[in-house]
């Protein structure tokens, strides 16, 4: 009850973060029920530790930018998924949580389908997350804790592709999901592009794009 009282007199300007500290798992649980799902606010729970940071609005175009390109890509290979926002994800065993900025079901997609609560105690973690690291917020070490095979982060206008092997990131020039597209130089060019000529037009070049690498994959 503490917590809740305290938290309903927290205001988290955009771009800003809170941390609290000594927060049960109880506590935690309590905290996500009150601050509800429609929210600004995203939170990372890690063994007491608790962050709750407001994005800011570039945060917030930049996610829904490489989420419609990653989308494009999916439906151009005819490869089926499904993203599950910033939903929130923990393991009370590990004593972690944590919201990505989007998140993509790929070859576990059959796993978690129509489900509306992730438990990761039984179910697959998202085979990739994205954070938009416009605040430095992302938590690498919840990442590797919850298992999320692949890690996006996008960071002054450059993207970094982590992989995780035996326990820990690494960067990579290429995304197992994706091996014959170069991501990490694709990306920024076509964000870049967007913000230039407007999504709409970034998009279908995208899209062509595309189909020029699979044509050229293809001979």
Known sequence: MGASIELNRITV????????????????????????????ARVAYDNGTLEIM??????????????????????????EFCTLGSTT?????????????????????AAVR???????TLDPPPDLAL?????SRTHPSIYEALGVPELWQFEKGGLQINLL?????????????FPEFSLIE????????????GRNKTMKAFRVWV?????????
């Open 13 to 40: 300007p955009p771009g800003q973060r809170i941390l609290l500290s000594n927060i049960t798992w109880q506590e935690f649980e309590t905290i996500l029920e009150d601050l509800g799902e429609h929210r600004a």
């Open 54 to 79: 407001t994005p800011l609005p570039e945060n917030e175009s930049g996610k829904e930018l490489i989420s419609d390109l990653l989308k494009a890509l999916l439906e151009e290979l005819d490869i």
């Open 89 to 109: 994800f923990k393991n009370e065993v590990m004593s972690k949580g944590i919201e990505p900025d989007n998140c993509f079901y790929i070859q576990n997609k």
């Open 114 to 120: 129509g489900k509306d609560r992730i438990d990761l």
């Open 131 to 135: 954070e938009i690291d416009v605040t």
């Open 165 to 177: 092997r035996d326990g820990k990131y690494s960067p990579s020039d290429f995304s197992p999901n």
């Open 186 to 197: 694709a990306i920024p060019k076509y964000i870049g592009q967007c913000r230039r000529l």
């Open 211 to 219: 189909q020029e690498q699979l044509s050229i994959f293809n001979v």
